[in-house]
């Protein structure tokens, strides 16, 4: 099992940058595919990038290809999501997850930090 705490959210400027922190308790962190979601209001929650176990691949949503960078450290336990070019259509609610890749999909979830980036 992994617990998962997000940071480093805030309200930016259209065009700024913020890093996204997702720091995992445990020893198994490694083991886990990493993603990051997001819930903006009144919509459902969406995909924005993954990152494999090693931090070897990722993949991202189309929305944020070319600006969003998905990475990992396995020994400080910790995600990262660097977002530049920031749009006023990325304010949500981000959520990173933990996929132990034994067919249930992401079943760890963080409590979510607020992005807003006003226009």
């Known amino acids: 099992q992994v617990q998962l705490v997000e940071s480093g959210g805030g309200l930016v400027q259209a065009g700024g940058s913020l890093r996204l922190s997702c720091a995992a308790s445990?020893?198994?962190?490694?083991?886990?595919?990493m993603g990051w979601f997001r819930q903006a209001p009144g919509k459902e929650r969406e995909f924005v990038a993954a990152?494999?176990?090693?931090?070897?691949?990722?993949a991202y949503a189309e929305s944020v290809k070319g600006r969003f960078t998905i990475s990992r450290d396995n020994i400080k336990n910790t995600m990262y999501l660097q977002m530049n070019s920031l749009e006023p259509e990325d304010t949500a609610v981000y959520y990173c997850?933990?996929?132990?890749?034994?067919?249930?999909?992401?079943?760890?979830w963080g409590q979510g930090t607020q992005v807003t980036v006003s226009s």
């Open positions: 445990g020893r198994t962190f490694s083991m886990y595919r």
């Open positions: 990152v494999s176990q090693s931090g070897g691949t990722a």
């Open positions: 997850a933990g996929d132990s890749l034994n067919g249930r999909g992401y079943e760890y």
